[in-house]
């Protein structure tokens, strides 16, 4: 089975930059979560989806951030403009349903320059 | 609130010496899950507690989970460098369905 797959596995760009950060949930999966990791502040959760439909979105930092889900099969996280404290790992996961164990996509490593 | 409080926060051992992490919360956990990251990696489950007292094991690995559900802890046996990593344990985050609540997590290094 393909697990949840993260695109891209890097991305390094300058500030004020538009970063779109994509994910591809485990099929049969209807919970999504976007996940930020730092140094400093941990692993934080940003917004999650129950059935492409945004449930909490408390954890999105500011309105420089936004997410969607069109479909069943695919999740974007959209930051813009870009500022070099946006730099982390961004996890993607999902899960059967509710508190089920949730599965990672092995990340994206942006550096705002 | 809705934190839970891991410590501690880094420990390092020799192989083979055991190691325990523990996870605290104020207020009584519906059930508790653990995950490990491994250097460079995502978190990958582990296990999911659920009745008050249980424990159970994998391998090397003992979890428990507190008889009054605020704490939990994860004991691993005789360590080897391939335990290294950082493992977390995450709660439900109450009022949103679904949502973990991830603690800071215990940052293991193994000395051979």
């Known amino acids: 089975d393909a697990g949840v797959i993260q695109s891209p596995r890097h991305e390094v760009t300058e500030m004020g930059q538009e970063v779109t950060l994509r994910c591809k949930p485990i099929?049969?999966?209807?919970?999504l979560f976007w996940y930020r990791q730092t140094m400093m502040r941990g692993l934080e959760l940003l917004i999650y989806f129950n059935n492409n439909v945004p449930i909490d979105d408390s954890g999105m930092p500011e309105d420089r951030f936004s997410a969607k889900m069109p479909n069943a099969s695919f999740s974007t996280l959209k930051i813009q403009p870009s500022e070099p404290r946006d730099s982390a790992v961004y996890f993607c996961?999902?899960?059967?349903?509710?508190?089920?164990?949730?599965?990672f996509g092995d990340g994206t490593r942006l550096s705002i320059l | 609130g809705q934190q839970v409080m891991q410590i501690p926060q880094y420990q390092h051992v020799q192989e083979g010496e055991d190691f325990t992490t523990y996870c605290n919360s104020s207020t009584t956990l519906s059930n508790i899950q653990w995950y490990k990251q491994r250097p460079g990696g995502h978190p990958v489950f582990l296990i999911q507690l659920v009745k008050s007292g249980e424990v159970k094991k994998q391998k090397r690995l003992t979890f428990q989970f507190g008889e009054a559900k605020k704490n939990s802890s994860l004991h691993i046996t005789a360590t080897q460098t391939t335990d290294v990593g950082t493992y977390f344990c995450?709660?439900?985050?109450?009022?949103?369905?679904?949502?973990?609540?991830f603690g800071q997590g215990t940052i293991l290094t193994v000395h051979p």
């Open positions: 099929s049969g999966h209807n919970s």
């Open positions: 996961a999902s899960a059967q349903l509710g508190y089920q164990p949730q599965h």
């Open positions: 995450a709660r439900e985050g109450g009022t949103s369905y679904g949502k973990l609540t």
